[in-house]
């Protein structure tokens, strides 16, 4: 079945405790992203990657770092997370071979709280 | 900057109606807009992609119209059922790979 996987789904966490959350896609999509949503702003772009080794931000980088060393594995690392990082995460991917007009699958996403 | 603003914010109507969402964005430089919905808690699940070339795409009680040079998308839901009750969000790819979100129209269906 074709999947976008994020884990863990549910995290409580205290400040300034490095953690990473998965995202791992079996659909080969070049195209992988992360996005943050919160009450009143909506989806936000965190990060984006066009393919392995090929990573820039979105709209709301700050305290976030990513890494694309394989093609099918996004991980999104909170270096020292800070309460204003609780929310709810989803990573998505897609092709773009031809640029970026694939179809975006999203995971189910990952709710972080930072106490 | 490109900006998507979705109007209604919420809408309640009786089961059986016809409706339509609206999606607006500032620049027309898009790739694609895509349609979702998503549940309360729950990850987002797509339900149509207009490519920038397209004006319209239709998945059974679902069509949805692209018009680039208005910056306008519509979404329309016929013969609305209580499982349609969701928040339904469109994006637009933009150049550089960026996707960009509407706040959503929270949809609640009357039975």
């Known amino acids: 079945e074709a999947q976008v996987t994020q884990n863990p789904r549910y995290l409580i966490t205290v400040t300034g405790k490095k953690l990473t959350v998965t995202c791992s896609q079996n659909m080969n999509h070049e195209y992988m992203s992360w996005y943050r949503q919160d009450p009143g702003l909506g989806l936000r772009q965190i990060y984006y990657s066009m393919n392995v080794e090929v990573t820039d931000k979105g709209d709301v980088p700050e305290g976030y770092k990513v890494s694309r060393k394989e093609k099918r594995n996004f991980p999104l690392i909170l270096e020292s997370p800070s309460p204003n990082q609780t929310s709810l995460y989803f990573c998505a991917s897609s092709y773009s071979s031809g640029g970026p007009t694939g179809e975006l699958f999203f995971g189910e996403g990952s709710r972080l709280t930072v106490l | 900057k490109q900006e998507v603003t979705q109007i209604p914010a919420a809408l309640s109507v009786p089961e059986g109606e016809n409706l339509v969402l609206n999606c607006s964005f500032t620049d027309s430089a898009i790739y694609n807009l895509q349609w979702f919905r998503q549940d309360p808690g729950k990850g987002l699940t797509s339900l149509l992609l207009?490519?920038?070339?397209?004006r319209e795409q239709t998945s059974g009680r679902l069509n949805a119209s692209l018009d680039k040079s208005s910056g306008r998308s519509t979404l329309y839901i016929a013969a609305s059922l209580p499982g349609d009750s969701a928040t339904y969000l469109c994006a637009v790819r933009t150049g550089g790979f960026k996707t960009i979100f509407g706040a959503g129209t929270r949809l609640f269906v009357k039975a």
């Open positions: 207009i490519q920038s070339s397209q």
